[in-house]
């Protein structure tokens, strides 16, 4: 019974008691001044209430230095407080860590489906191994929505057109309430599932129940080349497109000028819109494969592109001087 009643939701996982430590300090500190204002004001009512209508006071208001320190430096410093205590919580669940397991998350009006890199794909279900960072990649088809474990006090809004992140260690092994937090339409109320927190030898016997559908990158490759996207991507550097191989995660260099960071999110801007960021030394001939693929295939192909690095295949030109090479080779550059 108690239990159904519960004010705060349980906390599983590491980022629970350091967002609720925050939280019960906030309300600490404005409950002490509510009570203390509020209480003053009606003390104050009461004690130097008018008692005769010829009470009149006294003219002329005095000034307390020592009082207008007293209200201005320790309120400072209490925003000083929570504004550091806050800020560095924050840059803690902005981060994930590097041996985060990466999940891909995609949100749609009503359901959220999710694929873990080893091929297994789940719908309103999520099942992670306890003790284990897990950072999710998270993305929507259609509308805003939010992803919201209320035991793992996590909540972030699943945008679509772009990657948004989130991560959490769970430390219990359990069956905790995933829900959408952010109103999406009719059947908002519904986009709910669980996340199930598992012994991590539990949680591999259940990742390999989904070997057959083979790897994220697998997946990936295959789709790579269903779509011909190696006709142009070629390993050897004599494709109309970047070699792809060892890419993920470098410096590219961009047609006229600057670079960009190789992650998810350029990679999947690549394939939505590729005259957006043309890597230099290349035409913008590039057909946009918009509508072609949903976005959980867009993050097999992300996965896919992760998986060409950072080794470099057999004759592969460093990534850096794949440009100069071709230009070397008669190729003439693109203009922009
Ligand atoms: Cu999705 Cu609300």
Redesign the pocket.
């Known amino acids: 019974m108690i239990e159904r009643f519960r004010i705060f939701p349980e906390q599983a996982s590491t980022l629970a008691p350091q967002t609720d430590a925050l939280l019960f300090f906030l309300l600490a500190v404005t409950t002490f001044f509510v009570v203390l204002i509020a209480g003053t004001i009606i003390v104050f009512m009461i004690r130097y209430r008018r008692r005769d209508p010829d009470e009149i006071p006294e003219s002329g208001a005095h000034g307390s230095l020592a009082l207008e320190i007293a209200w201005t430096l320790p309120p400072l410093v209490i925003v000083m407080v929570i504004f550091f205590w806050g800020a560095s919580l924050f840059a803690t669940i902005q981060r994930p860590p590097d041996d985060a397991i990466n999940i891909d998350v995609v ?4 359901m ?1 489906k999710l694929q873990h890199m080893e091929g297994r794909r789940e719908i309103n279900e999520l099942h992670i191994p306890v003790g284990k960072p897990v950072k999710l990649t998270m993305t ?1 088809e259609d ?4 992803f919201f474990v209320p035991a793992f006090r996590t909540k972030q809004d ?1 945008v679509p057109g772009r990657y948004s992140t989130t991560w959490f260690t769970p430390t219990k092994p359990g069956k905790y309430h995933l ?7 009719t ?3 519904a ?1 709910i599932g669980w996340v199930y927190v598992m012994e991590p030898s539990e949680y591999q016997n259940w990742l390999s129940g989904g070997a057959a559908e083979g790897s994220l990158a697998e997946n990936g490759k295959k789709l790579f080349e269903q779509l011909a996207c190696n006709n142009c991507h070629k390993e050897d550097n004599t494709g109309r497109g970047p070699n792809l191989v060892g890419v993920f995660g470098k410096q590219v260099q961009l047609a006229g000028g600057g670079t960009v960071k190789a992650d998810e999110a350029y990679v999947r801007e690549s394939i939505l819109q590729p005259q957006a960021k043309v890597v230099s030394g290349f035409e913008p001939v590039m057909p946009t494969f918009q509508g072609l693929v949903s976005e959980d295939q867009v993050l097999q192909l992300i996965e896919y592109v992760k998986s060409l690095g950072p080794k470099p295949a057999a004759g592969a030109v460093e990534t850096g001087t794949t440009p100069a090479a071709r230009t070397q080779s008669g190729t003439t550059p693109a203009k922009r």
């Open positions: 949100g749609k009006q009503w959220w929507s509308v805003i929505h939010s699943v829900f959408c937090a952010e109103y999406c339409g059947n908002h109320s986009m």
